[in-house]
Nanobody
C-alpha cells in the first residue's frame, strides 16, 4: 500500500510564497507521475501541476510562471513551489501518485493514490 504524506500548506498573504511537499512511501517499483491538484467546493478536482516520467511537467494556465513543480526521485517526493500567490489560489491541494506498486517483483500493478489534502489560504 502506498501512502502519501503532505505538508507545507497554510495561510499566507497575497504575493507570498508556500512550498508544498508530498512524500510517497510503500512498495513502489516505479513512479509514472506525481503532481498536485486542487478542488474547490462543488467542483471537480483539477490539475495544478504534475511531473511525469522523465521529469516532464505540465501546468495549468492559471499557475504557469508562478508555480514550479519538482521531484526528488531518491525520496519519492514531489514539491510545489508556489510564488506570487493570489487569493484565488485558495483551495485544498491534493497530492497525486501514479505508478507501479506491489508486494514483490513478481506481483506488481499500476495504482493511483491520492493524499488527504492540505489547505492553502491566501489572504488579500
Amino acid at each position: 500500500q502506498v501512502q502519501l504524506v503532505e505538508s507545507g500548506g497554510g495561510l499566507v498573504q497575497a504575493g507570498g510564497s508556500l512550498r508544498l511537499s508530498c512524500a510517497a512511501s510503500g512498495r513502489i517499483f516505479s513512479v509514472n507521475a506525481m503532481g498536485w491538484y486542487r478542488q474547490a467546493p462543488g467542483k471537480q478536482r483539477e490539475l495544478v501541476a504534475e511531473s511525469t516520467l522523465g521529469e516532464s511537467t505540465n501546468y495549468s494556465d492559471s499557475v504557469k510562471g508562478r508555480f514550479t513543480i519538482s521531484r526528488d526521485n531518491a525520496k519519492n517526493t514531489v514539491y510545489l513551489q508556489m510564488n506570487s500567490l493570489k487569493p484565488e489560489d485558495t483551495d485544498v491541494y491534493y497530492c497525486n501518485f501514479r505508478g507501479e506498486v506491489g508486494t514483490t517483483i513478481w506481483l506488481r500493478w499500476y495504482e493511483e493514490v491520492w493524499g488527504q489534502g492540505t489547505l492553502v489560504t491566501v489572504s488579500s
